[in-house]
């Protein structure tokens, strides 16, 4: 959309070992936003992202802002004006499956696009790959996974798992002092990124003044509402060529309203699991159906039969009936 013929293609930024500016300031010449767009095709990033994640709307902006940020700082760089490696390190609060993993993704791509990490990979941990169970263990375990990290994005899962004040002697702390060291020195190589509930990670901030100062941007992401949800839906049995027919449709709708009762619901993960779950009885009842010749139709559809077969559907009949 904004390339400019002839332009060379940026390959992967070269990293800035030895200047004292971050990747970002490699040499570029480029002095319009459309200019550094064309340069890094970041806006196809940004496209991919609003036309592939449903919803999210607040989350979206936040990073296209963020992405704003960093293209004026690339802008600022190439004319020689004061550039200290933007602060990066994000917070991604919200229930499960609100998309925070694949955000992160698409964050890290970003990143790697406009220069700021070197490679743009994504390495994901909880917990138990920071810390070890005994003395001495924590900080290679820390140290290896940053060194994986490195150059790209380090996504901490459910972070707030590090920190356990009712333990004494837990060595979380310690996995804690070596992150926030590194957050701070070698920012300009890694990015990181906590994740997890949103109450949770505010206790955790509260508890880690340290750690909450060096995260620059704190994205919340809401739950789906119900018609997003089907939306997801429809995106993920499109990716993998089935559809539901119009009573399948209403059943599903159906479904979900039941199931956003249950306890556990994980928004898209719930969704995605649901219809993992029809998925296999629709090829039971095809199975079933030794000698029909099974057309595209019948290979691609899910029934609502498919769905209304659902335990959430009739709980006590299948307890009675195994009982
Ligand atoms: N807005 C969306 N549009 C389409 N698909 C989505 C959307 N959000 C999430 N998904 C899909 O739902 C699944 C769960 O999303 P993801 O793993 O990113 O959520 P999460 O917040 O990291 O969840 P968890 O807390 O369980 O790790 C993925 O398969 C993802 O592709
Ligand atoms: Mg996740």
New binding site residues.
Partial sequence: MYSIPGAVQVAAPAAAATAVLPAAATASSARTVAEVLAESHVEAVLDELDR?????APVKARIRDIAALLVIDKLRAGLGLASQSPSLHMC?S???????????LRMAEILHRLGYVRKGHVVSVTRDDLVGQYIGHTAPKTKEVLKKAMGGVLFI?EAYYLYRPENERDYGQEAIEILMQVMENQRDDLVVIL?GYKDRMDTFFKSNPGMSSRIAHHID?PD?AGD?LM??AD??LTAVSYRFNAEAEEAFKQYLALRLQQPHF????S??NALDRARLRQASRLFAERDRVLTREDLTTITAVDILASRLFHPKTDEEASS
């Fill in positions: 592939d994640l449903i919803g999210l991604f919200g229930n499960p499956g609100t998309g925070k993993t694949t955000v992160a899962d994740a992401f789906y997003e939306g997801i995106r993920m994980a928004n898209a993960r969704v995605r």
